[in-house]
């Protein structure tokens, strides 16, 4: 069957596919299932997640999220079975960058990942600027110089004394391999681990000596769509389960967001809308310009071959930890009646919006009194910080965003030399359709709301260009279409 609006056809093995996505607020599993050639995504199970403080650290509780997104598995298996399907062709997993697993010979987890946002990495990037300059280093790279960064973490590992020579692997890949499938870094990504070399898309080896990191021990890189064996153990003993194959997506979630726009031409821009705000487009290169450095931009692998430029912001990180910060006060603002009262607050001028990125903003606890500390640094009057005056801290934040969007796209416009006329915005930030009529009023330009579960999408549509034989960049946009309708 041909889809005319998108030139896909309806796959011969109509088996089922599961993607996994995983978040650092919360992890998700989705089942897409045909019927009458139309295929239809739904998702089967949600579960919370969070960071755990202990004595050694910000870590994250890595057998509770495998057994979470097992779970979530085993209900897909359950779901086809009792509507009598022939089974789950593929599984795909994407997630948050950075964080990884690391691994004793056996491929066994040493220790709970750390979270990405433990301070240990301060001293971390501090010390390995000492040996390679961050200049070199963007040079080697193309990607933003963050302290999150993977290789960051790993050097952190390599001052604190870890265990040396030991494997690791990037949390969506370790699921995959845990299940069964080879161990490997998918591209999108190991490029945001800043290890990769740009020009030779191999692992980065003066990076590597730099930070006394073993080349030996690095995971092979692979590209999206890429078959890592067949589903073994436990999970394939379930019903429809024993052919099942272990796809990398773009195992990078913001690729896999990115992958899942249904964008046709090559005017348009994206905003991934999440705890991040990453603003970019779609380049065929990297763009590698004195300026794009200076500004903090970054080049990270994209589905297909070609590159996601884009700048990493802040985003509705603010809002969600000034909400918990109010809940503490005992007022639960719920997010979509925030947003409504929002709307009625007058607008600020210019003058007062924050500077999202201030580091101090990236912290987690008291926001809305971190805020009225920046306000204060720059000489501005301080806004009520009680949950009873949360709208007018909302609007503010909102306000804010949108403005720190539009300085950013203007930004991106200049350097890539494209003309933008529109802006896709995806992720869960995508459903506030206040910062949405922001934007587009801080921009001038058309913003379409992409899917909220644009990253489900993509992950589908990476599978199923990859099962077609043609993990092309045109073809998963095809399938990101033909899924979006």
Excluded at 71 to 99: N, P
Excluded at 234 to 250: D, S, V
């Amino acid at each position: 069957m041909i889809s005319t609006e998108t030139g896909t056809t309806a796959p011969a093995d109509q088996r089922a596919l599961i993607a996994v996505d995983l978040g650092a607020e919360s992890c998700r599993v989705s089942l897409l299932r045909w019927g009458g050639g139309a295929p239809r995504i739904e998702l089967v199970h949600r579960f919370q997640n969070h960071a755990v403080e202990r004595a050694d650290g910000l870590r994250w509780e890595l057998e509770r999220i495998c057994l979470g997104v097992e779970e979530g598995i085993r209900k897909c298996a359950q779901i086809g079975a009792e509507c009598g399907a022939s089974g789950v062709r593929s599984i795909g997993v994407d997630g948050w960058a950075v964080d990884y697993v690391r691994l004793d010979g056996g491929g066994i987890p040493l220790a709970d990942p750390y979270c990405y946002r433990d301070n240990r990495t301060a001293e971390a990037e501090r010390a390995l600027h000492e040996v390679i300059s961050p200049r070199r280093l963007r040079e080697l790279t193309g990607v933003q110089l963050q302290k999150i960064n993977t290789l960051y973490q790993q050097y952190a590992d390599v001052l604190g004394g870890e265990e040396a020579g030991v494997g690791w692997l990037n949390l969506p890949e370790y699921l995959l391999s845990r299940w069964g499938g080879r161990a490997v870094a998918e591209r999108t990504n190991a490029t945001h681990t800043q290890m990769v070399d740009i020009r030779s898309g191999a692992w980065c080896e003066e990076i590597l000596n730099a930070a006394r990191l073993d080349l030996k021990r690095m995971p092979a890189l692979v590209e999206p769509g890429t078959d890592l064996g067949e589903l073994r153990g436990p999970l394939a003993e379930l019903p429809g389960m024993r052919e099942t194959r272990l796809l990398a997506p773009c195992c990078h979630d913001t690729a896999s967001a990115i992958a899942g726009i249904p964008a046709q031409g090559d005017d348009w821009a994206y905003i991934s809308s999440g705890t991040w705000s990453l603003v970019g487009t779609l380049l065929d290169k990297p763009c590698m310009t004195e300026e794009s450095s200076a500004d903090g931009f970054t080049n990270l692998a994209a589905a297909g071959g070609r590159v996601c430029f884009h700048k990493n912001l802040n985003g509705m990180w603010l809002i969600r930890q000034s909400i918990e910060t109010w809940a503490v006060e005992g007022y639960a603002w719920e997010i979509s009646d925030l947003i409504m009262a929002a709307r009625r607050v007058p607008s600020f001028a210019r003058r007062e919006l924050i500077v999202v990125d201030d580091p101090e903003l990236l912290l987690p606890g008291r926001m809305p009194q971190r805020i009225n500390e920046q306000r204060a640094r720059r000489g501005l009057a301080p806004l009520s910080t009680s949950a009873e005056h949360a709208p007018e801290m909302a609007n503010l934040i909102f306000q804010s965003l949108a403005s720190r969007y539009a300085e950013a796209l203007k930004q991106i416009a200049s350097l890539s030399g494209k003309p933008l006329h529109r802006i896709f915005i995806v992720g869960g930030g995508s459903r506030n359709e206040f910062l949405n009529e922001l934007t587009a009023q801080a921009t001038g330009m058309e913003v379409c709301r992409g899917p909220a579960e644009s990253s489900t999408i993509g992950n589908f549509a990476t599978q199923l260009a990859a099962l077609d034989g043609e993990p092309s960049a045109e073809r998963t946009a095809l399938w990101a279409q033909r899924l979006s309708i």
